[in-house]
């Protein structure tokens, strides 16, 4: 996912099922999980019914896969719907609408280069002076402005060589506004 987005170690993960469009893989488990109990427990005639005994928990701390398939098959389970619930608690609010399980993110079809920036501009975790600073790739963290930090969030609303002029809502979009901006920048995030 990491690769698709363009994203660095830093992003956090929930940014990337949303950025590369991929549904988050504990909630494809549960998905496959309750197919593939749903299929057994309609054929009767399977062998897997003869070993299945009524399930005792040897260890607290394990949760066996049929317990697991009976409670997701109980609460009408929908991997779509705990996916957006997920996003809602752990992404800021501002970027709540980017997630549609339908489609992919706006700039989704930008070129290479274009939507790696778009998406360190999106999640603020870019190659900054900050970061590269932080990481050990660089002793200065100013930027050539004269501001004493460089982040993404200087580049992008503060930096008065480079400051876009419109929104974050704009990045959210992908406004024909913010990737001629990401095209024009002459900072490689």
Known sequence: MRIISGTLKSTPLYWLP?????IPPSIRRQNNLLREFKKISSNQSLPVHE???PVHRRLKSRSPPLVTAKRLLEEAYDGIAAWKRGWIDSAPTAWHPLLDPNSPP???????????????????????????????FSTNPA??????LQTTEHITFDCPSR?????REDF??????AVLWLEQLDVRL
């Open 18 to 22: 949303v950025l590369s469009n991929i």
């Open 51 to 53: 070993v299945i005994m």
């Open 106 to 136: 706006p700039g989704f079809q930008l070129p290479r280069k274009l939507w790696v920036t778009l998406n360190r501009v999106r999640t603020g975790h870019g190659r900054c002076g900050a970061n590269l600073t932080k990481w050990g």
């Open 143 to 148: 930027c050539d402005c004269g501001a004493s």
């Open 163 to 167: 400051t876009f002029g419109g929104t």
């Open 172 to 177: 959210l979009r992908a406004t024909p506004e």
